[in-house]
């Protein structure tokens, strides 16, 4: 018989809605059950595509025994952890503040008034490598909450407390300057990897944000360092494993330092970032590979993440059917040399393998290979690497695929459109930025309400009882204003301005401009998240400077540039210190100091040819942080256009920055070199 999740849209829930636990949603009646029956919370935190995840529910929370004894001395709520990021970073900084470390499955014990008292991850059915089995840990919990219940709530207020006390070093409320971006550039340096490209060690994730950094900084510097650090990278994660060499996109991360073998899930909001990435390399250098990659990974969003309604699903699993009904991770992707020569024929196939690296003995695991590009002098025939290309990726079609999940993000949806608008602007591909235009359209119909409160998520349509967090004002802001700039229509800035208005009245403390990453009326949980640094995707506090910035350069609004530059005060305390995990915040603080240019692009009419070519001159410019307008001299969409008229009947740009503008031109090679394209 179905539990209490039978009646949840997230995906993730639904995954547990027959198990034999008694689960509930995270709600108040979760908690008065745990009141009113005297008895300890479970809190298992997780999302669709975490492999572990998968494990762990199939040992325990499947099984009858395990069940049994939770629903006897437990009330057991289960989180995903991207329906309630608020949720599960409160939880998690308890985990990282106890343990030294973190990761999901994440496993809580709190008192009925939500305080933590006991943590972990994963826990195994039996014990093993020094693990007590999870049987274990919940007998020993039970015992300690009806044997020693005040040693056990004297435990959950101290880490209450202590979390409360965990204040961020916010520093000055001063924008970082050369100094300390200089500072942050030689931070990265030290920890980057020459031979393998990325930084740090095993695993190894997709530094996106960080070279966001790095490629601004190059432009407004020349700094030919920070640029070879950015290709390089790029170049290698491309030729990799991590990199779906069949069908486009990147998985979530590398086990190894050299890219080769990934954990296979693939997250819309990894390749939104990475789509943008490569664009903008592509941009700055012109490199074949950026832009194949860039046009491959927007593909992949639009044809394998893009839902009926218009949206984009979360993520893809890593697992699936190996052909036997055993659910294995990668299995979808990997290839033996057997394999290739079933699908392609003995020679074919033998190229294949030189190709992309297939050995016998393999890379990954029982002799199949993760494939990649190696880096080989051998020429090879284009052509004939197209049709075995093709045909693999039709072969691999009839392999069972991995699940989706279907939900869709607000904050990861606002990522992709401004990746899916900005590489379809410079590419001349109108159907991706269509999408985007798509996207867009369903959050608004959709996730916004009357007052432009975002909801989190939405499935099949439908909208999601959670609440937009910070990262979905921001991130969505930020999508809307790169289709401000592509598509012209400046509906989508007047969309940002409201969004905005939330962040500055609900998220911003008003007396040191600190952002938190729940809104001020939001569900009070024990403790209000506040965290300034990117991890897997921008921070809300970083997004957040981000957009405003943008948006004051289009507006000029001095309270949201005010805003912007005081919540980048935490950047000029971080910045030096942990540059990659900040590096969205660097690449905003780039675009602060290089003015943001503004680009005004008019012209007598929108089809306009000669208008069209500022306009994509002025999207290509590689100025940080840049903003660009188009529209007609008598237009009242965008406030840059005003009293801004034609030159001599015909298009013209004005570029300005920090209260002084250029005189205007019309001569597209003129505007280029202004904008360091």
Known sequence: MPNRLAHETSPYLLQHAD?????????????????????????????????????????????????????????????????????????????????????????????????????????????????????????????????????????????????AGREISYGDAKVPGEQELAQALLGLTREYDPQRGGFGGAPKFPPSMVIEFLLRHHARTGAEGALQMARDTCE???????????????????????????????????????????????????????????????????????????????????????????????????????????????????????????????????????????????VFDAARIDGVRTRLLAARAERPAPGRDDKVVAAWNGLAIAALAETGAYFDRPDLTEAAVAAGDLLVRLHLDDHARIARTSKDGHVGANAGVLEDYADVAEGFLALASVTGEGVWLEFAGLLLDHVLARFTDPESGALYDTAADAERLIRRPQDPTDNAVPSGWSAAAGALLSYAAHTGSAPHRTAAERALGVVKALGPRVPRFIGWGLAVAEAVLDGPREIAVVGPAPDDEATRTLHRTALLGTAPGAVVAVGTPDGDEFPLLAERPLVRNGPAAYVCRNFTCDAPTTDPDRLRAALGG
């Open 236 to 378: 290698r994660m491309a030729r990799g494993g991590i990199y779906d060499q069949l069908g486009g996109g990147f998985a979530r991360y590398s086990v190894d330092r050299d890219w080769v073998v990934p954990h296979f899930e693939k997250m819309l909001y990894d390749n939104a970032l990475l789509c943008r990435v490569y664009a903008h390399l592509w941009r700055a250098t012109g490199s074949e590979l950026a832009r194949r990659v860039a046009l491959e990974t927007a593909d992949f969003m639009v044809r394998e993440l893009r839902t009926p309604e218009g949206g984009f699903a979360s993520a893809l699993d890593a697992d699936s059917d190996d052909g036997t009904g055993r659910h294995v991770e990668g299995a979808y992707y990997v290839w033996t040399p057997a394999q290739l020569r079933e699908v392609l024929g003995e020679d074919d196939a033998e190229l294949a393998a030189r190709y992309f690296g297939v050995t016998e003995e393999g890379t990954f695991e029982e002799g199949a290979s993760v494939l990649q590009l190696p880096q080989r002098d051998e």
């Open 19 to 163: 198990n034999p636990v008694d689960w509930w949603p995270w709600s108040d009646g979760a908690f008065a059950e745990a009141r009113e029956r005297n008895v300890p919370v479970l809190l298992s935190v997780g999302y669709s595509s975490c492999h572990w995840c998968h494990v762990m529910a199939h040992e325990s929370f499947e099984d009858r025994a395990t069940a049994d004894y939770l629903n006897g001395h437990f009330v057991s709520v289960k989180v995903d952890r991207e329906e309630r990021p608020d949720v599960d970073a409160v939880y998690m900084e308890a985990v990282q503040a106890a343990t030294g470390h973190g990761g999901w499955p994440m496993t809580v014990f709190l008192t009925p008034d939500a305080e933590p008292f006991y943590f972990g991850t994963y826990f195994p059915p039996e014990p093993r490598h020094g693990m007590p089995s999870f049987l274990q840990v919940l007998q020993g919990v039970h015992q300690a909450w009806e044997e020693r219940r005040d040693e056990v709530t004297d435990v959950a207020g101290k880490i209450v407390r202590d979390l």
